[in-house]
């Protein structure tokens, strides 16, 4: 099989649905190229790519000795530095191999604020983080992909893409403006081969480096037996992770540009008749 080189970004905020696409690119046979905002965590992550790896059965699958060498990490800590993510998708074209499949999965949350709480610099470092740092990327990935005629650029977003509730005027603005510039890079690029996917993740992923975090060990298992687990109330990362996978491998004459992804219990975001009181 030919091999490919997937380029992900991705934050600590983000790291459960990150991890759960490798193991499914490596059960397909890819090599993996990723990018890590926090420098530190990159050997780490590398080695727990490696150690769970599992078939298509679920099972944990032993690895050859040159899996090492087909996992590349990357650590950045200034990404928004002049040219850090340009120079870098340069160096991974030159020196492993073409990116056909980039997916986004940057996190643009800043915190649950009212207007007069937010400040100017948490407004711009959201738009910055969903919108910014994907218009990089696309600016000079996008040519080599047209070069090539084809290409996947898959877009995590949130519910805050489709709607603004109080609290979220950061986030909301961001992920707003992560849409659009979804819809216009597919506008511009699908009839020249690449598949721009926006992904609405409409819904709590059970993942314990982002809901785990934000509700604390104990509430988080609380849900997770309440709502999670056998109840399928929560997205699992690893179902994300089979969507994304679908979504690269899609025939062009059938690209999903925008889909949604929610637990079958959950009432959709425009369902929600009193979602602006409870933000």
């Given at each position: 099989m030919k091999k490919t080189t997937i380029q992900k970004m991705y934050d600590n905020n983000t790291l459960s649905i990150g991890e759960l696409c490798d193991n499914k690119i490596y059960r397909k046979d890819k090599k993996l190229n990723f990018v890590e905002w926090d420098n530190d965590d990159v050997q780490s992550l590398v080695s727990e790519i490696i150690h769970t790896l599992q078939d298509d059965y679920g099972y944990l699958k032993p690895q050859p000795k040159s899996t090492a060498g087909n996992i590349q990490g990357?650590?950045?800590?200034?990404?928004?530095?002049?040219?850090?993510?340009?120079?870098?998708?340069?160096?991974?074209?030159?020196?492993?191999?073409?990116?056909?499949?980039?997916?986004?999965?940057?996190?643009?949350?800043?915190?649950?604020?009212?207007?007069?709480?937010?400040t100017h610099k948490e407004f711009e470092l959201g738009w910055r983080m969903a919108s910014?740092?994907?218009?990089?990327?696309?600016?000079?990935?996008?040519?080599?992909?047209?070069?090539?005629?084809?290409?996947?650029?898959?877009?995590?977003?949130?519910?805050?893409?489709?709607?603004?509730?109080?609290?979220?005027?950061?986030?909301?603005?961001?992920?707003?403006?992560?849409?659009?510039?979804?819809?216009?890079?597919?506008?511009?690029?699908?009839?020249?081969?690449?598949?721009?996917?926006?992904?609405?993740?409409?819904?709590?992923?059970?993942?314990?480096?982002?809901?785990?975090?934000?509700?604390?060990?104990?509430?988080?298992?609380?849900?997770?037996?309440?709502?999670?687990?056998?109840?399928d109330g929560l997205i699992l990362p690893e179902k994300i992770a089979d969507t994304y996978y679908h979504i690269a491998q899609q025939h062009r004459s059938t690209w999903?540009?925008?889909?949604?992804?929610?637990?079958?219990?959950?009432?959709?975001?425009?369902?929600?008749?009193?979602m602006l009181d409870k933000d």
């Open positions: 990357n650590g950045i800590y200034n990404w928004e530095a002049h040219n850090v993510l340009e120079d870098l998708i340069v160096s991974i074209e030159q020196d492993i191999g073409p990116i056909e499949v980039l997916i986004y999965n940057l996190g643009a949350q800043t915190g649950m604020k009212l207007l007069d709480q937010t910014f740092g994907l218009f990089r990327v696309a600016k000079v990935l996008c040519p080599l992909m047209v070069e090539r005629k084809k290409g996947n650029i898959i877009v995590t977003s949130a519910t805050a893409a489709m709607r603004g509730n109080k609290t979220q005027h950061s986030h909301s603005a961001a992920m707003g403006a992560r849409r659009m510039l979804c819809q216009s890079l597919n506008a511009e690029f699908a009839s020249q081969g690449i598949h721009v996917a926006h992904v609405v993740i409409d819904g709590a992923v059970d993942a314990p480096d982002t809901l785990g975090k934000l509700l604390g060990p104990e509430l988080y298992q609380k849900m997770r037996e309440v709502k999670g687990m056998e109840n999903t540009h925008e889909i949604d992804i929610r637990a079958f219990s959950d009432l959709a975001w425009w369902n929600h008749d009193t």
